[in-house]
Nanobody, 115 residues
Framework: QVQLVESGGGLVQPGGTLRLSCAAS????????MRWFRQAPGKPRSLVAT???????YYVESVKGRFTISRDNAKNTVDLEMNALKPEDTAVYYC?????????WGQGTQVTVSS
C-alpha cells in the first residue's frame, strides 16, 4: 500500500509562487508515474502535470511555462513548483501515484490565489 502526503499549500497573491510537495511511503516510488491533479469548487478533478519513471514530463496547456514538476527518487518525493499564479489556479491539489496495477491518492492540499 502506498501512502501519499501533500504539503505546501496556502494563500498567495496573484503572480506569486508556491511549491507543493508530496511524500510517498510504501511501494517502489521510482517505478511510479507521479501526477498532480486539482479540483476547483464545483468542477471535476483534472490533471495538471505528470512525471514518469524516466523523468519525462507533461503539462496541461493552462500551466505550461508556469508550473514545473520534479521528483527525487532518493527522498520519495514529487514537487510542483507553481509560478505566476492566477486566481483560476485556486483549487485543492492532489498527488497521485500510478503503478501498472493501481493508483493512489493523497488527501489534497488547498491552494488559494487571491488578493
Amino acid at each position: 500500500q502506498v501512502q501519499l502526503v501533500e504539503s505546501g499549500g496556502g494563500l498567495v497573491q496573484p503572480g506569486g509562487t508556491l511549491r507543493l510537495s508530496c511524500a510517498a511511503s510504501g511501494g517502489t516510488f521510482s517505478t511510479y508515474t507521479m501526477r498532480w491533479f486539482r479540483q476547483a469548487p464545483g468542477k471535476p478533478r483534472s490533471l495538471v502535470a505528470t512525471i514518469n519513471s524516466s523523468g519525462a514530463t507533461y503539462y496541461v496547456e493552462s500551466v505550461k511555462g508556469r508550473f514545473t514538476i520534479s521528483r527525487d527518487n532518493a527522498k520519495n518525493t514529487v514537487d510542483l513548483e507553481m509560478n505566476a499564479l492566477k486566481p483560476e489556479d485556486t483549487a485543492v491539489y492532489y498527488c497521485n501515484a500510478l503503478s501498472r496495477v493501481s493508483g493512489y491518492w493523497g488527501q489534497g492540499t488547498q491552494v488559494t490565489v487571491s488578493s
